[in-house]
């Protein structure tokens, strides 16, 4: 349905950096993305709130972005340039600059202070100062008296009134209506004006001229009022389309879906604009790259025909000799008595001057270095070799005939591989390349490390001490199984039974699992993994002594397990959309033939995950190449345990 709404609003903005405020602040940056040319994801990390991720759209909006959009795998140059400037810095602050349409993040690292600004219109654009001078600049501009480009102090775009600095004249001065007036000296959007109108019960159309003094005093007092109103955000779909607000209007008519939060309505109100131009972002370096495939085959083929055609004349020269062979071998025995008597060099003069006589009268050009002269038969200038028989001529001849054709034969198949990948991305333009996008539901163990067991059993583990402490306190229950590694700094492990038998293989998948998340990992080293029930574990520590988070008192009978491996693998399954999946490898290959398998080793988390997308590149199917493609490089991070090692199979 058609949107209304272009971009957020000034007042719109009021409410987004209000929420955001209590989401992002403090929170450190932790990658950057570019998903177009101007659509930017700042990801954050805070510990109330986790990662969080800032969608930045200067042409439209600004909000924390619940939806998995699809990151490049190779960054812009732009991109990667503001990725090092503040990548690790804190958001100390944000806030948005005189009702305008201009939000400021205070940015910190490194004991230096950055402003990210971010002007959110139709032509806007990212800033980020330092030292109160422009480092980084998403447009240059330059209109009028403003100019933006790095180097230069940030000039703001013009400043507007502040409405409460209005005064009776500047009413009585202007044959505008009063929604228009408003826009232009104070910049209040003008549904926030019909509002208010709607509000205090005034004509909309009323000129401003018009607005008596207390009437002036209302629609102050009424802004006042509509900015400290309790936020309730919504979608509308009136019968013009869709529109969206942060709080109830009472002018509109029409459907309305409410919101938890503006962010979240803000993020569904825009998602089919971003993935549209997205869509074409990507579509656009497809046709990009097939213009470039297309340049590369077209010289190609012109090389390879200029080929054909010398190997052609190369087999024809060395048929003329064979046809004059009788005048090639007088002419070869003359020339060596000419040269034994003159000389080369005389032989070159004579040639240049035209004083040669017959039988050498048919030699044009001289290769003094080569000892090759070059002779006219059949209108055809024909190098032969001096120095050897008139055989060794034709045979040199088709021998290079040969090479160029062995040459042609690789550059035809080199060039086979150029039109069939040039035919996918004619196949992918065709079939438009519409980035497709879903919210998933987490279920409650994926905040967790989990996986499932070859035998079918949901086994859980802690990130943390933290979460050790939330597993036993919230999710195990009396017929689950407990494992722990004996080494400091183990996950909790649990095996979520339901009540049934769980078997040996799931029991030797966990202690993996178990052993993989601790410090084991690290140290590459194999440990003791033991099992317990629910009722063997306690937090009462014994009198006098104390129990750091995440540690526990463990009674009766410890069952170890033997483990063959510390090794954690990393697949794909598809089903409604495809998924990553990660656990002991029996786990893994149980559901799916596509994955990784790593191990402990001295390649970084970072350079790890960029190679296990890239294997799992080379094996999925073709079909399954674009959606892998959306799979985030920080998605895998998180289950990567520690420095690694691929384990090629």
Wanted: glycine residues 4%.
């Amino acid at each position: 349905m058609n949107i209304l709404k272009s971009s957020l609003s000034a007042y719109d903005i009021y409410f987004i950096v209000n929420e955001l405020k209590s989401l992002i602040i403090p929170s450190r940056i932790t990658n950057i993305y570019q998903l177009s040319p101007s659509i930017f994801i700042i990801k954050v990390y805070n510990s109330k709130h986790g990662t969080l991720e800032i969608l930045i759209d200067p042409k439209r909006r600004i909000n924390i972005t619940n939806y998995p959009y699809p990151k490049p795998g190779k960054p812009p140059s732009k991109c990667l340039t503001l990725r090092r400037l503040i990548r690790g810095s804190t958001i100390k602050s944000i806030e948005q600059i005189d009702f305008e349409r201009v939000v400021v993040l205070i940015l910190s690292k490194n004991n230096e202070t950055y402003k990210l600004i971010l002007e959110i219109f139709n032509s806007g654009n990212i800033i980020l100062e330092r030292n109160e001078r422009i480092v980084w600049i998403l447009k240059s501009r330059s209109t009028g008296d403003r100019k933006l480009e790095a180097g230069l102090p940030y000039t703001p775009p013009r400043i507007v009134k502040d409405i409460n600095s209005l005064i009776l004249e500047n009413f009585r001065n202007t044959d505008k209506s009063l929604a228009k007036f408003l826009l232009l000296h104070v910049g209040l959007p003008i549904e926030l004006t019909k509002e208010i109108l709607y509000r205090l019960n005034l004509d909309p159309n009323i000129k401003a001229s018009e607005v008596s003094e207390n009437q002036i005093v209302q629609l102050l007092d009424k802004v006042k009022e509509l900015l400290n109103e309790e936020a309730n955000p919504n979608i509308v779909e009136t019968s013009k389309g869709l529109t969206i607000h942060p709080i109830l209007f009472k002018s509109e008519s029409g459907s309305v879906k409410l919101y938890k939060t503006f962010n979240e309505a803000v993020d569904e109100y825009f998602k089919n604009t971003t993935i549209m131009e997205i869509s074409e972002a990507r579509l656009g370096s497809i046709r990009d790259e097939a213009g470039r495939l297309r340049s590369t085959i077209k010289i190609q083929e012109a090389k390879i025909a200029e080929r054909y055609e010398e190997a052609k004349k190369l087999r024809l020269q060395a048929e003329r000799l064979k046809s004059n062979l009788k005048v090639i071998s007088e002419l070869l025995e003359y020339l060596k008595r000419y040269i034994d008597d003159y000389g080369w060099n005389s032989l070159a003069r004579d040639v240049r001057n035209g004083a040669v006589k017959p039988p050498l009268n048919i030699i044009r050009d001289i290769d003094l270095k080569n000892k090759i002269v070059k002779v006219k038969i059949d209108d055809e200038l024909i190098p032969i070799i001096a120095n050897k028989s008139p055989y060794k001529s034709i045979e040199a001849l088709y021998t290079k005939a040969k090479e160029i054709e062995e040459k042609n034969r690789r550059g035809e198949e080199a060039l086979k591989t150029l039109r069939e990948k040039l035919k996918a991305l004619e196949d992918r333009i065709e079939k438009s390349v519409e980035v497709k996008i879903f919210r998933k539901s987490k279920a409650w163990y994926e905040k967790f490390h989990w996986f499932i067991s070859s035998e079918g059993f949901l086994v859980i583990a802690g990130r943390d001490a933290t979460q050790n402490e939330v597993l036993y306190r919230r999710y195990i229950e009396a017929h689950d199984i407990v494992l722990h590694a004996d080494i400091h700094g183990s996950p909790l492990t649990v095996v979520k039974t339901q009540g049934r038998q769980v078997g040996e293989q799931t029991l030797i998948e966990a202690s993996i699992f178990t052993a993989s998340y601790s410090k084991a990992w690290r140290e590459n080293m194999i440990v003791d993994v033991y099992w317990v029930y629910p009722n063997q574990i306690s937090k009462t520590p014994p009198s006098g002594t104390y129990l750091r988070k995440g540690s526990f008192i463990i009674t009766g009978r410890k069952n170890y397990i033997k483990i063959p491996e510390i090794k954690i693998s990393i697949g794909l399954v598809k089903n409604e959309h495809l998924n990553i999946i990660y656990g002991p490898e029996s786990a893994v290959r149980s559901k799916t033939r596509f994955y990784v398998s790593i191990s402990p080793g001295n390649i970084n988390v970072e350079t790890t995950s960029k190679m296990v997308k890239k294997l799992l590149m080379e094996k999925v199917e073709p079909s399954l190449k674009d959606e892998l493609s959306n799979i985030s490089e920080d998605e895998i991070k998180t289950l990567i345990p520690g420095k690694a090692s691929v384990v090629y199979s």
